[in-house]
């Protein structure tokens, strides 16, 4: 009977596990997920004070009310009371009209965007500055604080269907019809990007979205292996999250990858970018981005074999995932030995609008 219990575990678990999803990233107002995220980017910067606490004041300043609240504390919690209440076409317009002010407040309070510094929470009360995963982030705690169901998704495909390298974020509202991006890279409340990565039958996939209006309903896989209902997909998890504020570190380290503040890498700063990188992988393993961007680190301070291996790791991660962006191809190329790396096209690819 013992070997039996052993055998079947030991057949069982690893289906088990990989269809186990990862729960999407509660980061609503005032929790501990989004507490702690700002605390540490207020860590880093050396910066006194609370990140609720600017953004508190910031919603006194900017004169946009939600539900006649005097505090933001207060106006969310009436709105979460209405939500509460609310149900089916009631509550869907009771969680656009939420998404709409949150796109107009964060817009309002921050009103300058910056890749270069916007994904630091210690930006916004330093700069008055905000990059997409940053106000995503907002966004997505304030519409959870508001008792809606919302997350994040990352972007490779763009509203005008212009293909990136993962590159940009967006927060997702979930209705009853089915899910609703809010970005405030944009100048309206809802936008269409035109492709997604997100949890979806057991891991984590790029589809493209099938919309109705403004509305997400179903995501048909990359792969050509079906479509789920927009109930089915996952949005990222706190791990994820975690993972792409280090990536976008890595990126953005003075002298690092894209040679930041210096116009060119130096080995300081790569060494720096590599070790934000690992971070990245160690918090979330499935991140393709982080993967394909450390190989292109290892390149750069001169590492060929390191980087080819490491660029294999990131194409299976892609693969698995079910789609391969040009850049990445080109860069799989080169470790197979089949191409020839052009380094300028590739980190070209970075900049893509975040």
């Known amino acids: 009977m013992r070997t039996l219990t052993l055998l079947?575990?030991?057949?069982?678990?690893?289906?088990?596990?990989?269809?186990?999803?990862?729960?999407?990233?509660?980061?609503?107002?005032?929790?501990?997920?989004?507490?702690?995220?700002?605390?540490?980017?207020?860590?880093?910067?050396?910066?006194?004070?609370?990140?609720?606490?600017?953004?508190?004041?910031?919603?006194?300043?900017?004169?946009?009310?939600?539900?006649?609240?005097?505090?933001?504390?207060?106006?969310?919690?009436?709105?979460?009371?209405?939500?509460?209440?609310?149900?089916?076409?009631?509550?869907?317009?009771?969680?656009?009209?939420?998404?709409?002010?949150?796109?107009?407040?964060?817009?309002?309070?921050?009103?300058?965007?910056?890749?270069?510094?916007?994904?630091?929470?210690?930006?916004?009360?330093?700069?008055?500055?905000?990059?997409?995963?940053?106000?995503?982030?907002?966004?997505?705690?304030?519409?959870?604080?508001?008792?809606?169901?919302?997350?994040?998704?990352?972007?490779?495909?763009?509203?005008?269907?212009?293909?990136?390298?993962?590159?940009?974020?967006?927060?997702?509202?979930?209705?009853?019809?089915?899910?609703?991006?809010?970005?405030?890279?944009?100048?309206?409340?809802?936008?269409?990007?035109?492709?997604?990565?997100?949890?979806?039958?057991?891991g984590w996939r790029f589809v493209t979205p099938t919309f109705d209006g403004d509305v997400m309903t179903t995501y048909v896989r990359t792969d050509g292996r079906g479509s789920v209902p927009a109930a089915k997909l996952g949005f990222l998890s706190l791990a994820y999250i975690r993972s792409q504020y280090d990536y976008y570190r890595a990126e953005r380290t003075v002298g690092g990858v894209l040679g930041t503040g210096s116009g060119r890498s130096t080995p300081d700063g790569l060494k720096t970018s590599e070790a934000l990188l690992r971070q990245s992988l160690q918090e979330e393993p499935g991140n393709p981005l982080a993967a394909s961007v450390l190989g292109t680190v290892l390149r750069k301070q001169g590492r060929d074999d390191d980087a080819r291996a490491q660029y294999r790791k990131a194409a299976a991660l892609y693969t698995a995932a079910g789609h391969m962006p040009a850049g990445m191809t080109a860069n799989l190329a080169w470790a197979n030995g089949t191409g020839h790396l052009h380094l300028p096209s590739v980190l070209a690819t970075l900049f893509a609008r975040r």
Request: with cysteine.
């Open 8 to 202: 079947l575990t030991l057949t069982l678990a690893p289906g088990t596990l990989a269809a186990a999803a990862p729960a999407p990233a509660d980061v609503h107002l005032g929790g501990p997920a989004f507490s702690a995220l700002a605390a540490d980017s207020y860590r880093r910067a050396t910066l006194d004070g609370t990140f609720s606490a600017w953004l508190s004041a910031a919603y006194t300043r900017t004169g946009k009310p939600l539900a006649g609240g005097q505090t933001l504390s207060a106006a969310l919690d009436a709105r979460r009371a209405q939500v509460q209440a609310a149900s089916g076409a009631e509550r869907d317009k009771l969680a656009l009209d939420t998404a709409a002010w949150a796109h107009a407040f964060v817009k309002a309070a921050v009103p300058r965007f910056s890749l270069e510094r916007g994904y630091e929470f210690a930006s916004i009360p330093k700069y008055g500055e905000r990059q997409c995963l940053l106000q995503s982030t907002i966004i997505a705690a304030l519409l959870q604080r508001a008792g809606l169901n919302a997350g994040l998704v990352m972007v490779w495909k763009s509203l005008s269907g212009q293909e990136s390298n993962l590159g940009h974020v967006t927060s997702v509202v979930r209705l009853s019809t089915g899910d609703v991006q809010v970005d405030a890279s944009e100048p309206t409340p809802t936008a269409k990007h035109q492709g997604l990565l997100a949890w979806v039958d057991g």
